[in-house]
């Protein structure tokens, strides 16, 4: 798959001056190097596109969830606390901590810079994809991965010295192709709490209902983004779920459980039940590359000669093995 093809915009082309990154400079700058920003600081700016995320990730769909909404948006809210995305039924209302925000940047941040390394390392193994694929990546990737999990437990400023977003950069940059695939995975994300919102549920339920309506929203992310896609936006929109996908394993790893959600690897299997792509399809060869390089990056048992449905199935059955439903 190549990574610079032009993927379906999820961030808003509008004239915009970066303001917030200009002050994250200046006083940077004005502080020393003490300075750090919180994942508000860093998060923020991005909050308007998070919030339109959901209506454009299948903008086909758009006047559809309007009318789902009542033709009013729900309240889409910044709250404090460590990585989450709750709703509220009752009050037609979703709060978005910062710090899930960051957790989920950090992770699309790496995890895209896995899927250029691959890429490359793919590309002078003669194109054979998946042949004994080992990555050895920049240290910074594990830790940006760490702090990604850590903000799971608790709020926590950006680290000094780790890569950090940057809100405005066109999309034929890094930069901006990591943005677009962040939104697009926090717009399934929210996409999930509006399935909460939508299907009335609620928390007074015992574990086993609570778990059914925790695969309900998951069924409803899934479907609302995929149902009436096709061609490259369908591939698109399965690599963003792919990212949230993974998200989720990571906030099991850092809950050391599911913390009251199905395990990730179930979630995992029923999501990708839906992606229904052909055995060449570039979104299953770049999430296998996102999730080896997250999960099992020097694992050398990988087999050789698959195609990237071949490799995705092995990734499945891999992430069991790390993530054992138990």
Partial sequence: MALTRNWPAILSWRLRLCFGELWRVIKKRIAGRRYVPTTFETMKPYFRDVAAGPFRIA???????????????????????????????????????????A???ALTAVGYRYMELASRVAAGEGGKAHDQLIIHADPVFGQMVDYARRLFVADEPWPDGLP???????????????????????????????????KLHT????????????????KFAVCWALDHAAGEQREFRVLAISV???????????KRGGDGHPPAIVRFWQAASYFQLDE???????AVYLLKGIF???NPDMPSNMNPREAFEWIDLRLEELFPRG
Avoid: K
């Fill in 59 to 101: 903008p086909e769909r758009s006047d559809d969830l309007l009318a789902l909404m009542g033709g009013t948006p729900w309240e889409i809210v910044l709250t404090g606390g460590p990585a989450q995305f709750t709703a509220y039924p009752d009050a037609g209302r979703i709060d978005v901590a910062p710090a899930g925000l």
């Fill in 203 to 218: 928390a007074l339920l015992g574990r086993e209902l609570r778990l059914g309506q925790e695969h309900e929203a998951d």
């Fill in 296 to 298: 099992d990056p020097e």
């Fill in 280 to 286: 060449q399809s570039p979104a299953l060869e770049n």
């Fill in 103 to 105: 957790s989920l940047w």
């Fill in 164 to 198: 950090q977003p940057v809100e405005c950069t066109a999309f034929d940059r890094t930069d901006g192709r990591i943005n677009n695939l962040f939104l697009a995975a926090t717009a399934w994300v929210v996409l999930h709490e509006i399935g909460h919102i939508a």
């Fill in 244 to 254: 949230a996908l993974a998200w989720l394993f990571l906030f099991e790893w850092a």
